[in-house]
């Protein structure tokens, strides 16, 4: 998927997971959306060829671009050493920290992670959040594709807490009065833009990309567009 094979292809392929409101969700015309999906279609117009969106469980995102099955993961996708090990990551374009969403009856308020010890904890698989979980001991954690799902659990009651990125957590408390964010752990994360290891040519211009979005002011209203 050089440049010039997408050029000729006549799109860019984008694989995301679309449970990550603001960055990528579905709407109500059942678009997949979001401030990440801008930046997709942004990418897409500087080259001069359609967007194609894949939407694909967080956790196969790499494996699909490792099989050539998309050109992009733009998915609010932290960069870890470990991915860097796989993929190519552009420069970072978000910063994220972790949030713990509880049910706000006031009956269990973590401020702290260890506080999720004996506690059933949901997550989305394969995600930062998972890792920074699974490492406490004693914490029995349960693994879902979708976010959406995560929700439904704690609030059916069968999950006490669901941790994962602040901006979605955020997004989902406001959309879901019922819940409530206890606290926020530093984690200190950067979101970045994922390529074929070795796609050099990609990277460049994904990174002239963003570059230009910050420069041009693009990248702090589409900011305002879907954070204020
Ligand atoms: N930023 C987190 C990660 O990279 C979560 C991303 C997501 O769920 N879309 O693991």
């Known amino acids: 998927q050089s440049l010039t094979e997408i050029k000729k292809r006549g799109k860019l392929i984008v694989g ?6 603001p960055f990528e969700f579905v709407d109500e015309k059942n678009q997949v959306v979001g401030f990440d999906m801008d930046i997709a279609n942004e990418l897409a117009k500087r080259l001069g060829v359609k967007l194609e969106i894949v939407n694909l469980p967080f956790d196969s995102l790499i494996p699909a671009l490792l099989q050539g099955k998309i ?8 960069i870890t050493e470990e991915r860097a090990k796989v993929v190519d ?15 706000k009856d ?6 702290k992670l260890e506080e999720l010890v004996g506690k059933k904890v949901a997550v989305q698989l394969g995600t930062t959040g998972d890792l920074v979980v699974s490492e406490i001991n004693g914490v029995q954690v349960v693994r879902f594709q979708k976010f959406t799902d995560a929700f439904l659990e704690l609030q059916n009651g069968r999950v006490d807490a669901v941790v994962l ?3 979605p957590a955020k997004a989902y408390v406001k959309k879901f009065p019922k819940f409530l964010i206890s606290t926020v752990v530093d984690t200190g994360e950067t979101y970045g833009i ?11 211009f994904v990174n002239q990309t963003l570059d230009i979005l910050k420069s041009s002011g693009t990248y702090n209203k589409l900011i305002q567009k879907w954070f204020e």
């Open 89 to 103: 990551f552009s420069k970072p374009y978000f910063e994220a920290n972790q949030a713990i969403v509880v049910r």
């Open 106 to 111: 006031g009956k269990f308020e973590p401020k």
């Open 165 to 167: 990125d602040e901006a």
């Open 194 to 204: 994922a390529v074929k290891k070795g796609n050099k040519e990609l990277l460049n």
């Open 16 to 21: 995301t997971e679309p449970t990550f409101p």
């Open 71 to 78: 050109d992009l993961i733009i998915a609010g996708m932290t």
